[in-house]
């Protein structure tokens, strides 16, 4: 098994009492890994889960947003209520690792490491029932849906708050190139949002000897994409974020034949909400007015996606400081810097206040890569740490 990264303080209670424990946790979280389950299937891996957390007295509330669980632990008279938020679904990826526990489900693996993260919740729970220190109330949130963006809105819309209040709800997310086991706060905009857009180019299509007898919307839609540089370029004030990616692009099926129309699928990242507005605003139009200096026309099919995930400043700087006071200044990342994917936690800091960190995955393959593996080295210094934070917000 790997190690617990050396870089931590001494060992304290809660790190030897986890460390008793932490090959139980990693062999859950490479049965996760084999058996991995796409959004709102997570029917094996909720279940699993809910059994654990039932066997360690809490209090267990299933089949939110389907799949989804809440589970609550209350410790003497505190009023105080912290929530802490894991997701567990996978992606529609073939994995690649040829590693001993690869996934049994072909066409899918978790790729994106919420088996770990899903692990890591657990094993702080276990520890929080048996020996945590704290008065008030635990809730632990465990998301479905998060690759697709449709869990976290799923559990709020069905009364995730209203039924289980919390005071603040904080989660994690692993990171590859990030050094094992060091530890990324960031206040305020630390993912970005993100949009989709369908554009379907048309024109007249024809014959390839004949050009001038056709609308040709292969040409139009590359002036289109060599204009939309220029919306991050010179529309996008240079001191913000903005991020244009066209992904996809068809059209035709021969090389003679020039087709009737061409699709194109984009995405649009940002920080702020003005520049995804503006963003919204400006690349249909730039579309269809591209399309018409060609003769053609486009069809812009805008979809909303996650906003920004914006983390609250207090909440960001207690829980950096749980980091340096339970784990140690040499564990904390400094200058940790946002990242431009896209998380639907921020719902959820839409809803209530709280912080959304990072972790080092260590030199690994990327996210939603299929060679990617979650490190099971951080299982261990990352469960510590929640221990810890939710120990601190409950004094």
Not at 11 to 23: N, Q
Not at 110 to 125: E, F, M, P, R
Not at 160 to 170: E, S, T
Not at 336 to 354: H, V, Y
């Amino acid at each position: 098994m790997n190690a617990i990264p050396k870089t931590l303080k001494a060992h304290d209670e809660v790190e030897t009492a986890i460390a008793g424990y932490i090959d139980e946790f990693i062999a859950l979280r490479r049965d996760f890994h084999q058996y991995p389950e796409l959004a709102f299937q997570e029917r094996r891996t909720s279940k699993i889960i809910a059994s654990k957390l039932s066997s360690w007295g809490y209090e267990v509330a299933t089949g939110i947003a389907g799949t989804g669980i809440v589970a609550t632990l209350t410790r003497g008279e505190g009023q105080k209520r912290i929530g802490i938020r894991a997701d567990m679904d996978a992606l529609p990826i073939e994995e690649t690792t040829g590693l001993s526990y690869e996934s049994n489900n072909p066409g899918v693996m978790h790729a994106c490491g919420h088996d770990g993260h899903a692990t890591i919740l657990l094993a702080a729970a276990r520890y929080l029932a048996e020996q945590g220190k704290f008065s008030g109330t635990v809730r632990l949130i465990f998301q479905p849906a998060e690759e697709i963006g449709a869990g976290a809105r799923k559990m709020i819309a069905e009364g995730l708050f209203d039924r289980f209040p919390v005071d603040a709800v904080f989660g994690l997310h692993n990171w590859p190139g990030v050094a094992e086991g060091q530890f990324g706060f960031v206040a305020g905009p630390a993912m970005a949002s993100v949009d989709q857009a369908v554009i379907r180019i048309v024109g007249k299509g024809g014959h390839g000897a004949e050009p001038h007898r056709t609308v040709d919307p292969v040409l139009a839609t590359a002036s289109f994409i060599t204009a939309l540089q220029s919306v991050v370029s010179r529309n996008v004030d240079p001191q913000e974020m903005a991020v244009v990616t066209v992904g996809s692009i068809h059209a035709g099926t021969a090389s003679n034949v020039i087709p009737d129309s061409v699709e194109l699928k984009l995405t649009m990242r940002s920080f702020s909400d003005s520049v995804r507005q503006q963003l919204q605003q400006r690349i249909p139009a730039l579309a269809r007015a591209q399309a018409e200096s060609f003769g053609a026309s486009a069809d812009v099919d805008y979809r909303l996606g996650f906003p920004a995930l914006i983390n609250h400043a207090h909440e960001t700087g207690l829980a950096r400081q749980v980091a340096l006071d339970a784990l140690g200044s040499d564990v904390v990342e400094s200058g940790f810097r946002p990242r431009t994917a896209s998380e639907d936690f921020a719902f959820m800091l839409q809803a209530q206040p709280g912080s959304y960190l990072f972790v080092g995955n260590g030199d690994s393959a990327p996210l939603h890569n299929p060679q990617y593996d979650f490190n099971d080295a951080i299982i261990a210094p990352a469960a510590r740490y929640w221990v810890r934070l939710a120990e601190a917000f409950l004094q």
